[in-house]
């Protein structure tokens, strides 16, 4: 039995209408929606870093020789907008949290993680998702590196959260023991983001 039409056409694509969250469609593509104008790099990404800092034993710098250098994992997952697109099975490739943990000695008040990224744009998750199966600082997407629009050349992808937490254009993450709102947070969105409990404005 379908719960509506968009259940039915996930089953028609081939596809277990259970992986559609409530309130979502399917769709093929991948629409691009994002806060602000798509920023401008030199090709060769000169000048360009990623940090991590806050809740660590050793603050990190990186260029992105050096974040580029680090070991990648490839995972093939759904992703869910909260404009109420979904897509299934996209291949995401990139450096894996864990990498990143071990050099910055992740210290055990970091419960929470803001993804700092450009014109000023956060999203905050708690630490744990970070190390979930499939969160990933994103460098290539379906086998490609990301494109401008998606993210280039770093964006960070947190599974279980609607997709406004996987910030594009990632310039650092910040450890820290409390919480703080990211952008849209602060513009009324749900601090949860859980697509299967429609978690989208908090109120």
């Known amino acids: 039995m379908f719960r509506n039409k968009a259940e039915r056409k996930v089953q028609d694509a081939g596809y277990d209408p259970a992986r559609l969250p409530p309130g979502q469609y399917l769709t093929e593509k991948w629409p691009v929606l994002h806060a602000g104008d798509v920023p401008s790099y ?18 990190l710098t990186l260029t992105w020789d050096e974040l580029d250098g ?63 199966e499939g969160a990933l600082l994103v460098t290539h997407a379906d086998g490609e590196p990301l494109t401008p629009e998606h993210g280039w050349p ?3 992808v947190v599974p279980g959260k609607y997709f406004w937490k996987s910030a594009k254009w990632l310039r650092a993450i910040e450890l820290r023991a409390t919480d703080a709102p990211g952008f849209w947070e602060r513009y009324g969105y749900h601090n949860d983001a859980d697509p299967w409990k429609e978690q989208r404005y908090a109120f």
């Open 42 to 59: 030199p090709s060769d990404l000169a000048g360009w870093d990623f940090r991590v800092y806050g809740e660590v034993d050793e603050p």
């Open 70 to 132: 680090l070991p990648k994992e490839t995972v093939t997952q759904d992703i869910h907008c909260v404009t109420r697109w979904s897509r299934f099975d996209a291949e995401l490739t990139g450096v894996p949290w864990s990498a990143i943990r071990e050099r910055v000695r992740q210290g055990p008040s970091a419960h929470y993680a803001i993804a700092h990224a450009e014109a000023g744009y956060t999203a905050n998750v708690p630490a744990s998702f970070l190390d979930a």
């Open 154 to 156: 770093l964006r960070l």
